[in-house]
């Protein structure tokens, strides 16, 4: 089957939908007996989970990340779900769930700890209704951090500028409804909501069986942008399909406006960034057990200034701060850019990348910022919330080389913080004094 003819396909497709509550939909329902509950560990950073119905009886051990348990029989009726660390008593979630007789329902454990969420898939779709040769499957957002995506199933290959998503807007938290495709094997790319450039997940062959339904769950990666995919089958297996990518940049800050240019595992990050300069990320092939660490050349005024492997944990986030003046040095700063949870807070921190300037410390609305006092020359400050401020923000950026403030914004005319946003205020050499530029990491 040719892309075109695919696409063409695709688009014929409406979106059917879904059962959103607990009580089991299509030929299970309510057909008696006790329930059947099976569970899989999604989470962002718990390493091990314990699941307890009504506080007591333990349903699920030791959840691993990714594993899939088998079915659990209980008696239908509405139930506590609790989930624990592991061997731990305190419930970091409390759920009320009822539980139809007959019915099999997957128990999606997913987010961060801080902010833990349970959603029950129900599994009794009736399969008779499915075309004959078509698979019926539906996209699960299962993320706090990574914002509104777009979801494209395309022919191995496709353009995406020309393409449609399968489904598009998938807002963080919401479960989309079915659509019924041709069976076969296809391409998953996730890309940010409205922009194809923007792939957050790319698995180039992915099948889906006939007469099956199928919820493709997306989970954050460890820098807030890239997500990973899993594939359950309703009554059937699950299917990791892991990100092999990281995100990586650039920032030039080399005296004399400095140019750098970097290459990573044979992509090309940077070509002549004139310093004082941030780049954009670029994806590269991760840290893997089979292939190491991807290699590294930085050239500063292409002279080799690095020349070696570096570590990238795939899923996340890093910046390559490029610093100094006769001798530029290198910096591998890991980026942490999930959203904050709290509509009410931003994250913002400070990157010093100045040889020739002393610490600095930055403020926000006249505080000082927590963790970031006395940052030296090379270093990131940790990222800090802060109140949102969308009208503005008097940011303000000292050190002691100097009588003014490396950066500061007026009172009339401050630097919008928005909800839900995240920050870095780089300080930068490339010019004949410093300078202070805000970039927002995550642009909504």
């Known amino acids: 089957m040719t892309s075109a003819s695919l696409l063409r396909r695709l688009a014929l497709f409406g979106a059917i939908a879904t059962c959103l509550t607990l009580a089991a939909c299509g030929k299970g329902s309510g057909s008696g007996g006790p329930s059947s509950i099976r569970a899989i560990n999604l989470t962002d950073d718990l390493s091990s989970a314990d699941m307890f119905l009504s506080g007591t009886q333990k349903l699920f051990s030791g959840l ?179 990100n092999t990518q990281a995100r990586v940049r650039v920032v030039a800050s080399v005296d004399n406006a400095g140019l750098v240019s970097a290459n990573v595992g044979g992509t090309l990050v940077a070509s002549g960034l004139s310093s004082p300069a941030v780049g954009a990320y670029t994806l590269v092939t991760a840290s893997s057990t089979a292939g190491g660490d991807p290699t590294l050349r930085l050239l500063v005024n292409g002279n080799p200034a690095f020349t070696g492997t570096v570590p990238l944990a795939a899923g996340g986030d890093y910046t390559l701060l490029a610093w100094g003046g006769t001798a530029p040095q290198l910096t591998t700063i890991t980026d942490d850019n999930r959203l904050p949870v709290s509509p009410s807070q931003t994250k913002i921190r400070v990157v010093n990348g100045v040889a020739a300037l002393a610490p600095v410390t930055m403020l926000v609305d006249y505080g000082v910022v927590s963790g970031s006092q006395n940052i030296a020359a090379g270093q990131a400050a940790p990222y800090t919330n802060v109140a949102s401020n969308a009208a503005g923000s008097v940011i303000e950026v000292d050190s002691a080389s100097q009588t003014t403030p490396v950066y500061l914004t007026s009172r009339t005319n401050g630097d919008p913080l928005l909800g839900q946003g995240v920050y870095t205020l780089f300080v930068l050499s490339g010019k004949s004094t410093p300078l202070g530029t805000l970039r927002n990491e995550r642009p909504q």
């Open 64 to 242: 691993t990340p990714g594993a899939l348990s088998s079915y659990a029989s209980v008696s239908s009726n509405t139930y506590t779900l609790n989930v624990n660390s592991a061997g731990n008593s305190a419930a970091l979630f409390t759920g009320s769930y009822t539980l139809s007789g007959g019915a099999h329902y997957t128990a999606v454990v997913w987010g961060p700890q801080a902010s833990l969420h349970v959603t029950t898939l129900p599994e009794d779709d009736d399969t008779t209704q499915i075309g004959a040769g078509n698979t019926r499957v539906r996209m699960f957002n299962a993320t706090t951090t990574t914002g509104t995506l777009d979801v494209y199933l395309t022919a191995p290959g496709a353009d995406l500028t020309v393409s449609t998503p399968t489904q598009g807007a998938l807002t963080s938290g919401s479960l989309s409804g079915f659509r019924e495709i041709p069976a076969g094997t296809y391409e998953l790319r996730v890309t940010g909501k409205g922009n194809p450039a923007d792939v957050r997940l790319d698995i180039p062959s992915v099948t889906f069986n006939s007469a099956q339904y199928e919820t493709i769950v997306l989970t954050a990666g460890s820098g807030g942008a890239l997500v990973n995919g899993t594939m359950i089958v309703e009554q059937g297996s699950s299917t990791a399909m892991a």
